[in-house]
């Protein structure tokens, strides 16, 4: 798993637990929207200086694709 995608789970209350050689992420507790929230952010954040016809930075266009405030 790539370590910030892992950061991320952990942030959201996720745990790794192992059956076999495959890693799940499981808790009751896991906030799947943060952890939605977290990655479009981070994809968007990267997209925040590049422009589109019209102004509007491509990182906005992600944010508002995915229904995420910044």
């Known amino acids: ?18 059956y076999g050689n495959r890693n799940f992420m499981i808790d009751e ?3 799947i929207e943060k952890f939605a929230q977290l990655i479009v ?6 997209f925040d200086n590049t422009y589109m016809s019209g102004g509007k930075t491509m990182g906005a266009y992600i944010r508002e694709k995915f229904g995420v405030e910044t």
């Open 41 to 46: 952010q981070e994809c968007a954040q990267d």
């Open 1 to 18: 798993m790539d370590p910030r995608i892992e950061k991320f789970a952990r942030e959201c209350g996720a745990w790794n637990q192992v």
């Open 29 to 31: 507790h896991f906030d």
